[in-house]
């Protein structure tokens, strides 16, 4: 019966990692940039949320459309006007340059909001969900349901709307895409743009389940690795299926290891994976 | 011929340091050497055969917690320091056979989970202290002494880091890591062993910055898990090439003073923001200066052309 509960925690934690995940997914997948802001761009969403609670009372389930904008507006400055000037350069130089603009963003967070640990303690939590033997905490679940909401939102955006055929345009080729009329600058930047929108969103889903710190822009960004690798690059079920795969991983490993094992076991699952299979469980060969 | 004397010349002006005195002087100077180390050590896998490596930070916390538990069990420090190159060269090598048949993205990803799964490992084993860290045996010399000791060591590391970097341009290794460089599968077809040269060059990268780690964990007399598997001991290697140049001999040399002069100034007038300042710099590195600045000095002043 234990086991059920695991499972079940597990795919809670599944569903916000995919939520996490989607947007660096996309990021990479398109731009071929692996963008290590991504951290600190979902750390700042949990920001928005923590103070429009603190200070509004705006219910953090609310603010994620404020968090994604806030976001939003920002990937798109930062891609347009610095990122794009060398997207088309190798991996060194791309990852080198996210890097140094992680450094200055999460700095000026640590200036602005110190690096003290804060938590969104709801006024008035869901309380707990009970299904046979498996209790769930509410808001968890509903944190839950809202993060593959989104996920599921983008995977029809990029789908059917016109922009969301321009992106995928973009990654298929980028010259051809030229060719037939895409302005891929632009595209290029509300991909970016839309990728720090799903980590702010993702932020202000976490707030209510983690501390907020600076300090955790790592965690996230190592969770946003793992997912895309176990899931292959730059799809949306790609990233569904590695997040609740490592949801479900971490969950029974905590369990049968301790829970302090829980990054090695899944740091080491990637290593393992990239020998192995370098193209992710829902990956196609070849493609990069 | 001109290198090898430039490589003395240096040399000559920086062992001669400790003569001024001034202590602070010569810990700013052992620093640059590690950096030099680092940036050089780098240079290998990076600069010459092109591949984004960002294990500099585990080879170096690698080499300082074998140091360090082999001197706790009684070790000397020169043994010690020269059985964590080693163990950092097999390390790297074993490493290196898993993960050097990936290529871009998926390398640099790879290269960067090491150094953090290697923290939460040292974090949680039995013998190297945990979260709390550890200490090491300091040495039973006056502290001036310590000073100079540690010194010339990193200087003795950063030479002979250099002298291998000279011979191996010049070799065929070096040739070969180039044409990796350049094209990999045209290499390959042209009869480049690609996987050896690849492991070698890794295994390169690892073993002087295994042994820096190595001194720095005597010289600072304390370690833990974040402060030797710190992310910034990746890029801060890259970032230096960067800015020296890329695949040139003294380029990393030229980058660990520019690099250690301005994280000293920023340090010293700014402490709160000197991660932004250094995020800073690699921005302006990568937008503005994404050939070094030897290739400014170059640009102005070309080299004449040598009659034949």
């Known amino acids: ?288 | 011929m001109r290198t090898w004397f430039a490589l003395f010349v240096v040399a000559l002006a920086l062992a001669s340091l400790p003569l001024t005195g001034n202590n602070y002087l010569l810990r700013l100077a052992t620093t640059v050497c590690m950096y030099a180390v680092m940036a050089q050590s780098w240079n290998f896998i990076g600069g010459l055969a092109g591949y984004p490596s960002f294990a500099t930070a585990a080879f170096f916390g690698f080499g300082a917690y074998t140091s360090a538990i082999l001197q706790n069990h009684g070790a000397p420090p020169m043994l010690a320091w020269g059985c964590a190159g080693l163990a950092a060269l097999v390390f790297a090598a074993f490493l290196g056979g898993a993960i050097l048949h990936l290529r871009g993205h998926y390398f640099a990803i790879a290269s960067l989970i090491v150094a953090e799964m290697l923290r939460e490992i040292v974090n949680t084993m039995p013998g190297t202290g945990g979260g709390k860290g550890m200490n090491l045996p300091i040495l039973k010399i006056s502290i001036a002494a310590q000073a100079q000791f540690f010194f010339y060591s990193m200087l003795a590391l950063a030479l002979f880091c250099t002298a291998a970097a000279i011979v191996i341009h010049r070799s065929k290794l070096g040739f070969g890591l180039r044409c990796i460089q350049q094209n990999e599968d045209a290499a390959s077809i042209l009869g480049v062993n690609t996987y050896a040269y690849k492991t070698a060059a890794f295994s390169l990268s690892a073993v002087f910055v295994g042994m820096a780690g190595a001194i720095y964990a005597s010289w600072v007399n304390y370690i833990e898990p974040p402060d030797v598997f710190d992310v910034l001991l990746a890029v801060k290697p890259l970032v230096m090439v960067l800015l020296g140049g890329l695949g040139t001999i003294f380029g990393p040399a030229l980058g660990a003073v520019i690099l250690l002069t301005f994280e000293e100034l920023v340090w010293r007038n700014f402490l709160t923001i000197h991660a932004a300042a250094l995020g800073l710099i690699i921005v302006v590195l990568v937008l503005f200066l994404p050939n070094g600045i030897l290739s400014l000095i170059r640009e102005r002043f070309p080299r004449r052309e040598r009659p034949r």
């Open chain 1, 1 to 288: 019966m234990i086991y059920l509960q695991i499972a079940a925690n597990g795919l809670v934690l599944g569903g916000l990692y995919a939520c996490i995940s989607v947007g660096f997914s996309l990021v990479w997948g398109v731009l071929n940039v692996i963008n290590i802001l991504h951290g600190t761009f979902i750390v700042l969403g949990s920001y928005v949320a923590y103070f429009g609670y603190a200070h509004a009372g705006i219910h953090p389930f609310f603010s994620i459309v404020i968090a994604g904008l806030v976001l939003y507006a920002l990937g798109y400055v930062l891609q347009a006007g610095i990122i794009n000037r060398v997207v088309t350069a190798p991996v060194l130089i791309t990852l080198t340059l996210t890097f140094g603009l992680d450094l200055v963003l999460n700095n000026a967070m640590l200036v602005a909001f110190t690096a003290d640990y804060r938590a969104v303690t709801l006024a008035n939590p869901l309380g707990s969900i009970e299904i046979g033997p498996v209790f769930l905490p509410g808001d968890r679940v509903a944190a839950m349901a809202l993060a593959l909401l989104l996920t599921v939102l983008l995977y029809r955006l990029l789908r059917d709307s016109s922009i969301g055929r321009a992106i995928v345009a973009v990654r298929m080729d980028r010259e051809a895409a030229t060719l037939m009329g895409v302005d891929v600058k632009h595209i290029n930047a509300v991909t970016f743009a839309i990728g720090a929108f799903m980590a702010g969103a993702a932020g202000a889903l976490l707030s209510i389940i983690f501390p907020i710190s600076p300090l955790n822009s790592q965690v996230f960004l190592g969770k946003a690795f793992v997912v895309c690798v176990l899931g292959g690059l730059g799809s949306v079920p790609g990233a569904m299926v590695g997040g609740l795969v490592l949801g479900i991983i971490e969950s029974f490993g905590s369990y049968w290891f301790g829970p302090e094992h829980a990054v090695t076991l899944s740091f080491g699952l990637l290593l393992v994976l990239l020998f192995v299979r370098p193209s992710g469980l829902l990956g196609r060969r070849g493609y990069e």
